[in-house]
């Protein structure tokens, strides 16, 4: 049975910075591309940064030169370096496995994990 489990996200001061883990287990890691998402109550799953089989990694604007997704194989863990965060960096973020669509968007396709709260604030 595959599983995520997501870790690292705490309360942080804005500028301040975490680093977030995802754990897969149950799945060929190495051989997945993978994502973070994250999500503020009430609204849509945000994709923030995807890292390809091959190590090519792709972010949104929002997060572009703050965040560095990485990812270990041989521990088949995900990472994600936050920095210079700030108060809208809040939300629950996840971690999934991701395919790329022909118009270079991406869909998850496992089970979400529990996510990891990420609170930005003074």
């Known amino acids: 049975q595959v599983q995520l489990v997501e870790s690292g996200g705490g309360l942080v001061q804005p500028g301040g910075s975490l680093r977030l883990s995802c754990a897969a287990s149950?799945?060929?890691?190495?051989?997945?591309?993978m994502a973070w998402y994250r999500q503020v109550l009430g609204n849509q799953r945000e994709l923030v940064a995807t890292?390809?089989?091959?190590?090519?990694?792709i972010y949104a604007d929002s997060v572009k030169g703050r965040f560095t997704i990485s990812r270990d194989n041989a521990k088949s863990t995900l990472y994600l370096q936050m920095n210079s965060l700030k108060p809208e960096d809040t939300a629950v973020y996840y971690c999934n496995a991701v395919k790329p669509r022909f118009d270079a968007t991406y869909y998850p396709i496992l089970s979400w994990g529990q996510g990891t709260q990420v609170t930005v604030s003074s």
């Open positions: 890292i390809t089989a091959g190590g090519t990694t």
């Open positions: 149950g799945m060929i890691f190495s051989g997945n591309w």
